[in-house]
């Protein structure tokens, strides 16, 4: 019996985000996630504490060769986004 096996491409793309709330972090990897509405193709995230900082660990299956820029940029599309709404001061 011979088996062939093949699996397609994965990269792993960190990014970490200037926040220590982890929940800022959670929502982040939720937005990217291919299984969420809108998240990026072949994406799998987590979030999670490093250095003093949150990030945000992904997977991208079978990357195109834009897909870590891609997946960059909208987590600091979202990071800011998301910062700058719970640090506006409540009047």
Known sequence: MTA???TPYVINVN????????KIGNE???????STRGGLKGVESMAFPHAGSI????????PDP??????????????????????????
């Open 4 to 6: 062939v096996g093949a």
């Open 15 to 22: 990014v970490s985000i200037d926040t220590l709330d982890k």
């Open 28 to 34: 982040i990897a939720r937005i990217v996630r291919e």
């Open 55 to 62: 990030e945000i660990a992904c997977n991208v299956r079978d």
């Open 66 to 91: 834009d897909s870590a820029d891609k997946l960059r940029d909208k987590i600091q599309l979202e990071a800011a986004r998301l910062v700058s709404l719970i640090s506006l001061p409540i009047p």
